[in-house]
């Protein structure tokens, strides 16, 4: 379970095709409270690249990566948790463990289950149907996500599956 006011001051919005290291980001700041765009600069400077403008450099990058190696993007995120030396990624590894979920749907009440705990949790999910990462918690009310799309939380769903064709996700758990 998660309070929302974890997220309190998370008013990130992509403007790349970002949002698989920006979920992650999200998900992270609940537990280390670092900037979602320390995350982009990291991200460069462990593949020793120089940008002015790391959210965009990131994207294409990204991409490019998980089409040459021929894996998740989920993947070369959790490579990125597990290996890398760059702040923000060395500081996640002291604050959280994270688990990778080849695919949540099937899962799901495994994985509700854990979100509805009294442990500190929140998940990174890909949405299948559309292409897109989110970030979901659940409060004692229910479930709310937050999409970086529209930069803000949201609520309007009961659990998991109402979220459509979920793929791989992240689960953070405190330590």
Not at 8 to 30: E, H, I, P, T, W
Not at 127 to 148: C, M, R, W
């Amino acid at each position: 379970m998660l309070d929302p006011n974890h997220l309190d001051g998370m008013n990130f919005k992509q403007r790349a095709d970002a949002c698989v290291l920006a979920s992650y980001s999200v998900a992270a700041y609940a537990f280390t409270r670092i900037p979602v765009q320390d995350y982009f600069n990291d991200y460069c400077k462990h593949y020793g690249i120089a940008a002015s403008d790391p959210e965009v450099y990131y994207a294409g990058h990204f991409h490019g990566e998980w089409n040459r190696l021929k894996v998740p993007g989920y993947r070369l995120i959790q490579s990125l948790y597990e290996t890398s030396a760059q702040p923000s990624f060395s500081i996640c590894r002291a604050v959280f463990a994270m688990r990778m979920i080849e695919n949540v749907r099937d899962h799901i009440t495994q994985v509700e289950g854990e979100l509805r705990s009294p442990t500190k949790n929140v998940l990174a999910v890909f949405l299948n149907q559309t292409g897109h990462s989110i970030t979901v918690a659940f409060e004692p009310n229910g479930p709310y996500k937050y999409d970086v799309n529209v930069g803000q939380i949201e609520r309007g769903f009961k659990c998991l599956a109402d979220l459509g064709d979920l793929g791989s996700g992240f689960l953070l758990s405190a330590r």
